[in-house]
């Protein structure tokens, strides 16, 4: 067991009941002050840590680090040290962070230069994201939208199990947990005109999806496998991949999604690693038929990871939408990697791969409005009394998800974005 992950383990650093950043937690990510420049931050309970100065204060000194790397606007330097520094460094912080450790906790001014809040500081984007993969790998969701605009005995196509289907998405237009952003527009074609027509989208849905950071770089040519692909993710993230269904229905033949998708993808500002994970492994769905040898895999690859959607209208209270869970998976991270560089496909430290939409067998547990409304026909009832088929001008979306296991809860924080009338 990693030692850093010690259900036993208390920090001298209160962290209220429920929170997501126990001291067996530790994700990583990037902040800013009103006096200082963006950097490299642990989160602890409702605090944050600051590495720059605790490396400058000679706490990390034995892992030699240099102090450019945590005063940095993104994690891919850090990123690129390899896991055996990072994975060092996090335990490290553990040590420092745990309640038996006199060495931060007795010394009171060095404690108020490394520490924090949270709401006091401002949260950026964590990495610098070159390419950006969206997979379709959730057979409940894939399912469901193939029963919906084909037929049910043939809802998936036949590739689907066979492969991770995927497509690049555009990476420009990822956006930190708190930004929000206005309504697409593109063409649609409504089932009454002969001719499409240009304007604000009125399909606008959420995407409830998890990401993975490449933590590791591969040369043009290479592949990585199934039984190394761990080495190669760093950490995951809560993703919210926006979808304008109307755009996409009209656009998607022959190529796939486009204009639908590539306006604005949120994701949580924390980065959990896939050490702090490990606890939380689940067994995966039996992939039949038997997949291809370089998919194959042994053990339990699959994370249980409780997700939440809720939607706010403007001043209203959250409605919680969506109850489902990563582990409905039915294609795992490390397949979906090795697929996508069986062919030679390069990877490069920073790029994201989400996973597609996360629905489960239960109504409730399904990831998207498109098939929470079952493509508008059944609206959701909002806890203001209002509805919703798809999401309105003002609503807010938060995502939010959570392992939990031996009393340790590992949160992610939130994936929130509110939509803005069209421009």
Known sequence: MIKANNPALKSWIEVPTNNDFPIQNLPFGIFKTQSSSPRVGIAIGDQVLDLAVLNKLGYLKNLNIDNSILTNQYLNDLISLGKPTTSALRQRVSDLLTDTNTELRDN???????????????????????????????????????????????????????????????????????????????????????????????????????????????????????????????????????????????????????????????????????????????????????????????????????LEVTIQPENAEETIVCKSNYKYMYWTMEQQLTHHTCNGCNINIGDMMASGTISGPAPESFGSMLELSWRGTKPVKMNNGTERKFINDNDTVIIRGYCEKDNVRIGFGEAKAKVLPAL
């Open 108 to 306: 009171k001014e060095a404690r108020g230069k490394v520490l924090q809040y949270i709401s006091n500081v401002q949260l950026l984007m964590p990495v610098r994201v070159g390419d950006y993969t969206d997979f379709y790998s959730s057979i409940d969701h894939a399912t469901n939208v193939g029963t919906m605009f084909r037929d049910p005995a043939n809802a998936l196509l036949p590739n689907w199990k066979h492969l991770p289907v995927g497509y690049h998405g555009r990476a420009s237009s990822i956006i930190i947990s708190g930004t929000n952003f206005h309504r697409p527009k593109g063409q649609t074609k409504p089932v009454d005109s002969e001719m499409p027509v240009f304007g604000a989208t009125n399909a606008l849905d959420f995407e409830l999806e998890v990401a993975f950071i490449i933590g590791k770089p591969t040369q043009l040519g290479q592949s990585v496998t199934t039984s190394d692909a761990d080495d190669y993710i760093f950490g995951l993230t809560l993703f919210n991949d926006w979808s304008a269904r109307d755009i996409q229905t009209w656009e998607y033949v022959p190529l796939g999604p486009f204009l639908a998708k590539n306006f604005v993808s949120t994701i949580s500002p924390w980065i959990v690693t896939l050490d702090a994970l490990e606890p939380f492994r689940a067994k995966g769905y039996e992939q039949t038929p038997k997949v291809l040898p370089y998919l194959e895999y042994t053990g339990e690859k699959n994370i249980d990871i409780n």
